[in-house]
Nanobody
Framework: VQLQASGGGSAQPGGSLRLSCQVS???????MGWYRQTPEKGRELVAS???????TYTHISKGRFTISRENIGARVHLQMNNLESEDSAIYLC???????????????WGQGTQVTVSS
């Protein structure tokens, strides 16, 4: 199972960015989500979405970010609005999925995409 994230970059405070993640070589996918990682706080859950489109937001994302999922295309997106400097981090996409040909579910991670918010 491979995950390829895109859409990171730089934004000013109050600006927006949209992250996308493409999953490939997977069978069934249950949860898809976004985490972020900084040296100070480690890895934190940003938002996640199940195959039934049940969404979980955390204190990081509630009211500012929107997670969406394309089941047919195995993609997950994170629309980030009203960005703050504290949102600067490496954003990682993840999924819980079956590898092709396997019946076992496991968590898989993308390589991360850098988001930098500064004026």
């Amino acid at each position: 199972v491979q995950l390829q994230a895109s859409g990171g970059g730089s934004a000013q405070p109050g600006g927006s960015l949209r992250l996308s993640c493409q999953v490939s070589d997977a069978g069934a996918i249950t949860v898809m989500g976004w985490y972020r990682q900084t040296p100070e706080k480690g890895r934190e859950l940003v938002a996640s979405v199940t195959a039934a489109n049940e969404k979980t937001y955390t204190h990081i994302s509630k009211g500012r970010f929107t997670i969406s999922r394309e089941n047919i295309g195995a993609r997950v997106h994170l629309q980030m609005n009203n960005l703050e400097s504290e949102d600067s981090a490496i954003y990682l996409c993840m999924c819980r999925a079956q590898a092709t040909g396997s019946s076992q579910f496991a968590d898989y991670w993308g390589q991360g995409t850098q988001v930098t918010v500064s004026s």
